[in-house]
């Protein structure tokens, strides 16, 4: 079965102090892995898709990598407006069509 | 920038109750879902449709949820007797035709928080 585990659960930092957050996936045949932000109340909002291992994709201070067993969202410098849930998912062999999701890392911005 | 909307917002329901909940997905997409997040929980996978007719379905998603497109932009969820474990927020959402092996992603709505009481 499709697994995908995200970690830490909740991630607290000062304004401008640089973190990782990991997605570890299990899947037969990958097809995508996608990053999302949620804030509270709000829909998933998409950042990122990765297709292949030594992938990297970024967007500002966001930056997303790709292994062949998980993927690292690298913050740079965050600010207290990064502050937000950050999903994970995957898509699965062809013919599949649901994203499985993490639990998600909250992320805690501090002024 | 297209995006995919939701109506209503909230909708509150009492048990036994029958809801719909609506979407309007991203005009030129193909392929369309909808999740549900439970509060504190995963977003997890119902539905998706695609040529006029579902394509896979989740064991959550059982003969009480049905998923219709009756016109060229609406695309919409019926709950026929709600139940108090239907509590979440559901989310619409859509995406374009895959590219050979690889799929393109997934554009959420904003949700709608459904509270059966």
């Known amino acids: 079965e499709d697994q995908v585990t995200q970690s830490p659960e909740a991630l607290r930092l000062q304004e401008g102090e640089s973190s990782s957050l990991n997605c570890s996936y299990t899947?037969?045949?990958?097809?995508?892995l996608f990053w999302y932000r949620q804030d509270p109340g709000k829909g998933p909002e998409f950042l990122f898709t990765?297709?292949?291992a030594g992938e990297e994709k970024e967007k500002e201070r966001l930056k997303a990598t790709l292994t062949k067993k998980e993927s690292f969202l690298h913050i740079t410098a965050p600010k207290p407006e990064d502050s937000a849930t950050y999903l994970c998912?995957?898509?699965?062999?062809?013919?599949?069509?649901?994203?499985?999701f993490g639990q998600g890392t909250r992320l805690t911005i501090n002024p | 920038e297209p995006e995919v909307t939701q109506t209503p917002s909230h909708q509150v329901t009492q048990m036994g109750q029958e809801v719909i909940l609506r979407c309007v997905p991203i005009?030129?997409?193909?392929?369309f879902y909808w999740y549900r997040q439970i509060l504190g929980q995963k977003v997890e996978f119902l539905v998706s449709?695609?040529?006029?007719?579902?394509?896979?379905k989740s064991e959550i998603f059982d003969d009480q949820f049905s998923v219709e497109r009756p016109d060229g932009s609406n695309f919409t969820l019926k709950i026929r007797s709600t139940k108090l474990e239907d509590s979440a927020m559901y989310f619409c959402?859509?995406?374009?035709?895959?590219?050979?092996?690889?799929?393109?992603?997934?554009?959420f709505g904003p949700g709608t928080r459904l509270t059966v009481t």
């Open positions: 959402a859509s995406r374009k035709q895959g590219a050979g092996v690889f799929s393109y992603e997934q554009y």
């Open positions: 899947v037969s045949g990958l097809r995508g």
């Open positions: 990765l297709y292949s």
């Open positions: 998912a995957v898509q699965a062999p062809q013919g599949a069509q649901k994203l499985v």
């Open positions: 005009s030129n997409h193909l392929y």
């Open positions: 449709f695609y040529n006029n007719e579902i394509s896979e």
